[in-house]
């Protein structure tokens, strides 16, 4: 991945995939001057490429972070506007989870917001929750005082122990996790530690429990190097300003992970945060040597796809599952085992569905 300035695009030229996303990356990650080149470029678009543009930065998630500005020309307002809307959306998606978190409390049903607060000021495509108290009083607390429906549950949610639940006038799905993390469910004593080292956090004047700083990456990296394959912009940007507030304990961080069996995907994981530190802002993240030493690659190795930073699968994504499986039989974690080893047949049960009937639905 070779650096390179921010030019601006003739309107009369499409963009490719890789620098709809190196626009969005400079918005997003680059320092002040390069953001100033960035945004001087935005009004050179032609319509098509705007949309495109808005379109990929909905899927990063970085809409707000990357248009929203204190003072718009003509030109940029109408991606100032889009930006406020969203900005809009991410505040009712707030209120809504405050509201289901004060109430789930109040019954005895201990929660913590994973995943969903980590973009702010974006927000994702749904509302993530993480609880260990029994099922059926959290559904009865969801059905019986929000009015909320249950989603069918595909082979995964149910390995995985979640649920999604529809909630009127919500557009966004809640999606809730049973005590377990994971592609397969195959982390029990991660949701836990979770649970019992939550932290309050304020957003838009609200207070939440949200996981330490500790078990953000390693949620992110479950997500990323784990199940998705794939990184968002928001990731790399959450995770950069994460560490470079201070408040990771890389000691900590290594503990957890090497019990929970992934502590090379998070190195990788941070490694990979790094150097896009580094391609935009021009310094990298201060890591610890043991970080580097016990990560598998960098972002030599990811490139742009079907809209996202790809992974590789074939051997790293694969080598890093084995590594997990591995670590779970050492343990005796046979219960962790035998959930990571149901991931391969549901995985090839997807890809015949998907060549099938052209989706994978009812399997992830």
């Given amino acids: ?6 030019a601006c695009v003739p309107h009369q030229t499409t963009m490719s995939e890789n620098e709809f996303i ?41 809409v ?4 929203e500005q204190p003072e718009s020309s003509a030109v940029m307002s109408r991606f100032a506007s889009v930006a406020a809307a969203e900005r809009a959306r991410a505040l009712r998606a707030v ?52 009015g909320a429906s249950i989603e069918k549950p595909t082979w995964s949610d149910r390995v995985a122990r979640k649920l999604n639940f529809r909630m009127p006038g919500l557009p966004e799905l809640v999606e809730i996790h049973f005590g377990r993390l994971g592609q397969a ?37 479950l997500q990323r190097l784990y199940r998705h394959y794939y990184v968002r912009i928001c990731d790399i940007a959450n995770t950069k300003v994460l560490i470079e507030s201070g408040g990771v304990d890389f000691d900590e961080l290594r503990r957890a992970a090497k019990r929970a069996g992934i502590w090379p995907g998070v190195a990788t994981y ?36 079907a809209g996202f930073l790809r992974l590789p699968l074939f051997p790293q994504g694969t080598q890093l599952y084995v590594r997990q499986l591995i670590r779970a039989m050492r343990r005796r974690d046979a219960a962790g085992a035998i959930r990571l080893g149901l991931i391969p047949p549901l995985a090839v049960a997807a890809n015949i569905r998907f060549k099938v009937s052209g989706n994978e639905h009812g399997i992830w």
């Fill in 64 to 67: 707000v972070r990357a248009f």
């Fill in 185 to 221: 469910g195959e982390n029990a004593k991660l949701a836990d530690r979770i649970l019992d080292r939550r932290v309050v956090r304020e957003v838009a004047g609200k207070s939440l429990w949200v996981p330490a700083p500790e078990e953000r990456i390693l949620l992110a990296t």
């Fill in 270 to 305: 941070l490694r990979l945060v790094s150097g896009y530190a580094h391609h935009y802002g021009g310094r990298h993240l201060e890591l610890p040597r043991r970080v580097w030493l016990a990560s598998s690659f960098g972002i030599e190795k990811v490139y742009a796809n």
């Fill in 95 to 146: 209120d809504r989870l405050y509201e289901m978190c004060q109430v789930l409390e109040e019954n005895d049903c201990r929660v913590c917001v994973i995943k969903s607060l980590d973009h702010w000021p974006d927000f994702g495509t749904d509302l993530d929750l993480l609880t260990c108290a029994p099922e059926e009083t959290v559904v009865g607390v969801m059905t019986d005082l929000f």
């Fill in 1 to 6: 991945m070779q650096r390179r300035a921010c």
């Fill in 22 to 62: 190196h626009f969005l990356s400079v918005l997003s990650l680059a320092n002040d001057r390069l953001r100033g080149e960035a945004q001087a470029c935005l009004e050179d678009l032609d319509v098509e490429n705007s949309e495109t543009l808005l379109s990929t930065a909905s899927t990063h998630h970085v």
